[in-house]
């Protein structure tokens, strides 16, 4: 017998090792255990079972904090065969992990046992270029880039908020993005909708948005839509996506987009500017408020200012409209936690940031419990300065 071969005897004595059929039932209890693939990246591409994190034996030691840093959670680390995955577990327990099992057979045996894989999507060399400070972020990675890519976002407005949310989402690698405004560019627009410029006045925005997101990232699909949101397309035109982002100025279609992602199941990452202050927010019926569950009818015509009239400090959108890109890449990538039940507001001029608890309404007309969903009305337009 070979030193490796007993060595890994006093190591199978030492550690546990699981079955695939073993992990197949822990996976489908009430406390299913945290997977590490220890395998190197061209493994990982080739599948890799749900769930499971990726971090390559050979940086183990280096990054485990990140990827675990519970070090109490049971995990289960698995590789192609079963020999790698039991001398991370090895290096982990004498790291202070407390609860680490091995695969036994490591993925070959999964896969003849009838367990699942999944292939992820491999990135190509420009890629990994482009997405470099992304991949190397252990919330984001390979898997999530890939997420990104995948990901599908509606843009209500191509304005104030829509612009820098656009711009960065388009720069992340959002793969598919519509964006939905019926306006046409004007100079007045210049001073904070900073996806458009000189050249561009007159023509519709949207067509603008598409030509300068393009540019910026091919990886991007972008489908401009120059079409007013109303009652009679706003869910053929949101259904479908992942997330929708709401740079709405007027409150009828602020509505509408609620009222479309309420039905649809869908978030909404809401923002608003006047003069100095802006606001974000996550409205997701279920999880959270709606916005109707702040405010269930719009402000009587005339209460509310002109967007003329009121003034935004050109800069102001542009820190929101971050805010809400941020938001979605959050919801792509299931990370962190989003401002769903919290509202983030800034104030240019102090300056500061207050976050405030938002809560559902148990009687809202349109996310309450068990209510019956209404339908959608096109209301009146007022300017709700977005």
């Known amino acids: 017998m070979s030193n490796l071969d007993s060595w890994l005897d006093e190591l199978r004595a030492r550690h546990r090792e699981w079955s695939p059929e073993e992990l197949a039932e822990a996976l489908a209890g009430p406390e299913p255990p945290l997977l590490l693939d220890v395998r190197e990246p061209d493994e990982w591409s080739t599948g890799h079972v749900p769930g499971a994190s990726h971090l390559p034996r050979g940086l183990l030691e280096v990054r485990c904090g990140e990827i675990l840093p519970d070090r109490a959670r049971r995990t289960v680390l698995y590789c192609a065969g079963g020999v790698r995955s039991l001398l991370a577990v090895e290096s982990l327990a004498r790291l202070g992990y407390e609860d680490l099992v091995s695969l036994r057979g490591g993925v070959a045996a999964w896969s003849r046992s009838g367990g699942e894989l999944t292939t992820p999507r491999v990135l190509d060399s420009a890629q990994r270029a482009r997405y470099a400070r992304h991949l190397t972020i252990p919330e984001v990675g390979e898997e999530g880039q890939a997420r990104l890519l995948a990901g599908r976002v509606a843009l209500v407005g191509a304005g104030g908020l829509g612009s820098p949310a656009a711009l960065y989402l388009a720069a992340a690698g959002v793969g598919q993005l519509t964006v939905i405004d019926d306006d046409r560019v004007e100079a007045s627009n210049l001073q904070r909708q900073v996806l458009h410029d000189t050249p561009g006045v007159g023509r519709p925005k949207t067509e603008s948005a598409a030509d300068r997101l393009t540019a910026l990232n091919p990886d991007v699909t972008v489908t401009p839509v120059t079409q007013r949101l109303v009652a009679a397309n706003v869910e053929e035109l949101l259904g479908g996506h992942d997330v929708v982002v709401d740079g709405a100025d007027n409150f009828s279609t602020r509505y509408l987009v609620n009222d479309a992602c309420v039905r649809l199941g869908l978030p909404a990452v809401h923002g608003s500017v006047h003069r100095f202050e802006g606001q974000v927010t996550v409205f997701w019926a279920g999880k959270g408020p709606c916005y109707r569950c702040l405010f269930p009818e719009p402000p009587p015509p005339?209460?509310?200012?002109?967007?003329?009239?009121?003034?935004?400090?050109?800069?102001?959108?542009?820190?929101?409209?971050?805010?809400?890109?941020?938001?979605?890449?959050?919801?792509?990538?299931?990370?962190?936690?989003?401002?769903?039940?919290?509202?983030?507001?800034?104030?240019?001029?102090?300056?500061?940031?207050?976050?405030?608890?938002?809560?559902?309404?148990?009687?809202?007309?349109?996310?309450?419990?068990?209510?019956?969903?209404?339908?959608?009305?096109?209301?009146?337009?007022?300017?709700?300065?977005?």
Do not use: I
């Open 302 to 386: 005339g209460l509310a200012p002109s967007c003329a009239e009121a003034g935004v400090l050109g800069v102001v959108p542009g820190v929101v409209g971050l805010l809400q890109a941020v938001e979605v890449v959050k919801l792509l990538l299931d990370a962190g936690d989003a401002l769903v039940g919290r509202l983030l507001t800034y104030e240019a001029l102090q300056p500061a940031f207050t976050e405030l608890k938002l809560r559902r309404d148990p009687e809202c007309s349109h996310c309450a419990e068990g209510r019956e969903f209404p339908g959608y009305q096109d209301l009146a337009d007022h300017c709700g300065g977005g």
